[in-house]
């Protein structure tokens, strides 16, 4: 009974933190253009009829977009828009912002899921082989490629694969949601920006694990290797790398806003800072608003996780 109100307390807790990130995002992305420089409604009027705009046609925009009205009642308003389940329209293209935010939700969260795997598969494999032949040849060579790899921005990672398969070999699309394999060469730029980080902390978890009673008595016993990782190393291995492993991607999908733009995909990060720029505040504040959710329920995941993993958190009540 206490395991189970430890996963309720837990679901229920993560539920209002992605209300309260998502809406704080949200927010900050209208602040954001209410505090950039020049009227508004000019910037929205000449995104929607051009350069060769005439007052009365600024005026027109401002009334069409209720930016007429007061900040606050403004900020209200979309606010209770967001609890009658629509986010409202575009100011710039007039179409519904749900439906957009939703494809470029999906983009991102494609890239996400195929580099976060990548990512995880790798550094398991390479964290595992250092971990368990602590200071040999492979460990310090695990030790300096990964301190290499960990000095290297995403966006020259990028440049790299795009330079080397997409224009020297050509076997990869450089850019663009239109072309088949689109989706390879940024989530393999994701994952090489997670795998140092993530296949350090698998390593440093084998090494702690593999100095424990079981693992040792497999040893003298004369077991294999691999039923030593399976049997006893690789649970209690997942449950510090899983508690890392959320945080880390949550505060990855920053990131995928380098790699929309670089590989200029029509992503949440390209939507966002389009929007912003363009003074498109519904556009903007839903795009805000599906980043919010999405890093505080990556955080949520992984946190059930790991105390699903070892549930006597739930009923010590510690933090993973």
Known sequence: MSAMRGIAGAVIGHLLAAAGVAFAVASL???????????????????RYGERISLQTVDQARQMTGLDQPVILQYGRWVGSVFTGQLGRSMISGREVTPEVWQSFRT?????????GFALALS??????????RDSIVDR??????????SVPSFLL???LITIFAIGLRWLPAAGNNLPGYVILPSCTLALALLPELSRVVRNAVVAT??????????????SWLRIIFTHALRPTLVPVIAYFGPLVAHTIGGLVVIDVLFNLDGLGTRLIDSVLAADIPMAMGAGLLIG?????????????VRLLDPRLFVAGQQP
């Open 124 to 133: 398991l494999a390479t964290g595992f082989a250092a971990g368990m032949r």
């Open 29 to 47: 992305a209208f602040v954001a253009v209410q505090m950039a420089p020049g009227d508004i409604a000019f910037r929205v009027a000449e995104a």
């Open 210 to 223: 593999m100095q424990d009673f079981y693992p040792t008595y497999g040893r003298i016993k004369g077991q």
């Open 141 to 150: 060579g695990f030790l300096a490629v990964s301190a290499v790899l960990s």
């Open 108 to 116: 991102t969260m494609s890239i996400a899921i195929i580099g976060v």
């Open 293 to 305: 959710v999405s890093v505080v329920a990556i955080n949520g995941l992984s946190d059930i996780t």
């Open 158 to 160: 990028g440049i790299i």
